[in-house]
T-cell receptor
Framework: NAGVTQTPKFQVLKTGQSMTLQCAQDMNHEYMSWYRQDPGMGLRLIHYSVGAGITDQGEVPNGYNVSRSTTEDFPLRLLSAAPSQTSVYFC???????????????FGPGTRLTVL | GEDVEQSLFLSVREGDSSVINCTYTDSSSTYLYWYKQEPGAGLQLLTYIFSNMDMKQDQRLTVLLNKKDKHLSLRIADTQTGDSAIYFCAESDSGSARQLTFGSGTQLTVLP
């Protein structure tokens, strides 16, 4: 049981380039989400999904696209990278059940992205 | 919108107790969480508390919730060097239990 995995661990892009950050989970969780972490600002929700085929915007969705074709995978796409998107990106998943431990979000190790 | 605030830094001596504080503004918060982030790693859930509880203890960790003042604290007893990390407070409301609002994190440094 690998939990939540993210690739790549590190990435450097030039302004205007596109790329996809991969996220996968093997816990059969229906809920998945993407956060970005910036110094002194905690984590902010970018997009989330409550199940395959369903996605919605979080607090800071601009410049990012997501899709959820399977329960396991939730890729995050940067269509035209900007220096403001330099950040650490975390993917998380949790079950749809409610109450106590069932609400626990499991986080991946993160992708450190630098946009020059 | 919701806001969660924490102080940025805390230093303690090994063996002492650490107290990390957090305030939040959303009165409909249902769950309040403490996450730990070690250098270069993702976030690890330490503990959580329901909004109808005042206190929760889990081994060296004690969470206190003052709902009236919207104040949450995490006490770590007998702090060890391995406890050095960033600690995030987070809250969610009943309407979106998995949409967390995070504080900025408190960097805990444990001095030998």
């Amino acid at each position: 049981n690998a939990g939540v995995t993210q690739t790549p661990k590190f990435q450097v892009l030039k302004t205007g380039q596109s790329m996809t950050l991969q996220c996968a989970q093997d816990m059969n969780h229906e809920y998945m989400s993407w956060y970005r972490q910036d110094p002194g600002m905690g984590l902010r929700l970018i997009h989330y999904s409550v199940g395959a085929g369903i996605t919605d915007q979080g607090e800071v969705p601009n410049g990012y696209n997501v899709s959820r074709s399977t329960t396991e995978d939730f890729p995050l796409r940067l269509l035209s990278a900007a220096p403001s998107q330099t950040s650490v990106y975390f993917c998380a998943s949790s079950s749809q059940e409610t109450g106590g431990d069932a609400d626990t979000q499991y986080f991946g190790p993160g992708t450190r992205l630098t946009v020059l | 919108g919701e806001d969660v605030e924490q102080s940025l830094f805390l230093s303690v001596r090994e063996g002492d107790s650490s107290v990390i504080n957090c305030t939040y503004t959303d009165s409909s918060s249902t769950y309040l969480y403490w996450y730990k982030q070690e250098p270069g790693a993702g976030l690890q859930l330490l503990t959580y508390i329901f909004s109808n509880m005042d206190m929760k203890q889990d081994q060296r960790l004690t969470v206190l919730l003052n709902k009236k003042d919207k104040h949450l604290s995490l006490r770590i007893a007998d702090t060890q060097t391995g406890d050095s990390a960033i600690y995030f407070c987070a809250e969610s409301d009943s309407g979106s239990a998995r949409q967390l609002t995070f504080g900025s994190g408190t960097q805990l440094t444990v001095l030998p």
